[in-house]
């Protein structure tokens, strides 16, 4: 649960108006409203203020949100539309649901036997860590080139052009996770 729907929540359970909670808190109505719909989280102040007007303790309203950050997500062996398919030569799939909302992207990337990942690059401040779980991969990271096998790792600032490529004789099995402060 978000810090906007906790206000929401007590003002409601309180009887109060959106008006009404703006008057006494002296926060004004449309930063209110847009708390209360997750368009912002507000401040310190702002949330102490509330608190105040409501009549609860400013830990209360913090309560429920620490609660709520605790997401566990799983996924089972069935197969997940997550599949981003370059071309018939390899494919990323990801491993975690709404992507976008994660600070870090798990994915399974498969290179067919000759095929390649399609060079890529991040925005600065994100890292990747590649785990090649089967095949011989030569990953292209800036101007620098690395060989790799079975349980061989990689670990890299994304934001340089990088891409791999599959030097073996069978599929290859990677498993990349991108993650940093430029999501």
Request: charged residues 25%; proline residues 3%; aromatic residues 4%.
């Amino acid at each position: 649960m978000n810090i906007g729907r906790i206000i929401h929540k007590i003002r409601k359970e309180k009887k109060m108006t959106l008006f009404e909670l703006s008057e006494a808190s002296g926060v004004a109505v449309a930063t209110l409203s847009r708390m209360e719909n997750g368009k912002m989280t507000g401040t310190l102040d702002s949330h102490m203020r509330i608190c105040k007007a409501l009549q609860v303790a400013l830990p209360d309203i913090y309560r429920d949100l620490v609660d709520s950050s605790r997401q566990v997500e799983t996924r089972s062996k069935k197969p997940v539309h997550n599949i981003l398919a370059h071309d018939k030569r390899y494919s990323v799939e990801m491993l975690v649901t709404n992507p976008s909302g994660k600070k870090m992207l798990p994915a399974i990337i498969k290179i067919a036997k000759g095929g390649s990942t399609q060079p890529e690059e991040t925005k600065i401040g994100m890292e990747k860590f590649i785990y090649i779980i089967d095949g011989k991969i030569e990953a292209a990271i800036g101007r620098e080139k690395f060989n790799l096998t079975k349980n061989d790792t990689l670990y890299f600032e994304s934001s340089a052009t990088h891409c791999f490529k599959n030097m073996g004789n069978s599929e290859a099995l990677l498993i990349s996770v991108a993650s940093g402060s430029g999501q």
